[in-house]
């Protein structure tokens, strides 16, 4: 059955600044079984998809192509794509999505969340909690088990932080209603940036991809679908995972930059000189000794889109702390929502806070593209997954499906790669005349020069 006229998209385009007569080009193709939850996980996913596709439609228009094509988005390439990790297979290998020591577990006086996918914030964890890593997991989860039961969550979550470790305690930082789901700033005055008629929506467009882990990855992976040039700059201290890269980087390319370093650095800069957009997925002040704080890179070039995507939000207590999709769930009360009836944490579908940030943040991008064809200027654009989060807690209401039952397969694709042949999901993004796939397959991570094509 298709729909239209939904209420969460219209509230996510007017976030992103859209004119609201463009919604009604949108229309979903449900399924039954999708992405099931006591939350409306459902109803987030398409709609962040929705916007992202109706973004680039617009932008398409925008650059002269004619009018606006309608946006018709399927809920099973949604569904599909909001768990693409677990999808993926290299030459028929399922990666391993959760480390060992990643998880809940029971303290003293509740629970906590820890995050030790990264072999430096593994360290971190058992070096707060003054566990020595023997590297055997079994034995170490154990004394992970053991340890946690005797403290406090706040304990855990204090100490572990203050480590530069990541735990939270489950439930404590429930989200205020207040949290803004899209932030956007004209900053500076420039002359309109008139984009060239394209047969895609950011072609011609240069991203410094400046991100890491799901959210980032995915909104400069569906920059790189709609045709943008987008190059991935991370330092070489500190490693990707791969099974992650060979998930997130379809139709980019990689490399690996030292910013602290004289050489690294006048390479950068010139990248930097001829960028259109750049998208950064650290935490808030982390990028301001390499020159990057969103003011000084308008400052210097006034016509640049900045996005930047942080997880607690961009005031408050724990604006400045690391976290994840998972670490969020856990904090702002999803977990507990979900959770089952003997009272164990739970957790959504989907590493959907992530996934929808991702498509709501190339969704931002798109529109500051727009909005600079006629307008000039520059734009600072801030989301967060806590803004996502308080999204889908606080304003997104269930609604009735009609339609066909859900399977993966026909969102499910093949691509030759550097790291083998991939299974993957398809992109989800669609409007008439959009690319159905990728152009090329994620290259190994690094291993690109730091160019644009």
Known sequence: MTHTGDKTTAHAWAALGGPAELVNKVSYEEASGVLPARLPVRELARATVGVCSLAAAELLARRGTGPVPAVRVHEGAVATAFV????????????????ALSGFWRAADGWVRTHANYPHHRSRLLGALSINDTGDDRALAKLLSDELATRSTHSVQETVYAAGGLAVAVGSAPLETAVPLVETRLVGKSSP?????????????????LTRVIAGPVATRTLALLGADVLRVDSPQLLEDED???????????????????TDRNVFED???????VVTGYRPGAL????????????RRPDLVVAQLCAWGWSGPWASRRGFDSLVQAASGIASIEASADGLPGVLPAQALDHGTGYLLAAAVLRALTDRQALGGGRHLRLSLAGTASWLLH??????VEGDGYAPPP????????YGLLDHALPPVHYVGAPQNWDRPPTEWGKDLPVWI
């Open 271 to 277: 990248l930097l000189d001829s960028a259109d957009v």
């Open 395 to 400: 304003d997104i209401l269930p609604t009735p």
């Open 288 to 299: 301001d000794r390499h020159g990057l704080a969103p003011d000084a890179l308008l400052a």
């Open 84 to 99: 693409s990790e677990r999808h993926l297979r290299i030459d028929g290998r399922a990666p391993t999505s959760f480390a």
């Open 244 to 262: 992650a890269h060979a998930d997130t980087g379809f139709g980019k390319r990689s490399t690996l930059l030292n910013l602290s370093t004289p």
């Open 411 to 418: 969102w499910l694709t093949k691509t030759a790669s550097p």
């Open 193 to 209: 940036r008139m984009l060239s008629a394209a047969p895609l929506p950011a072609s011609g467009v240069r991203v410094l991809d």
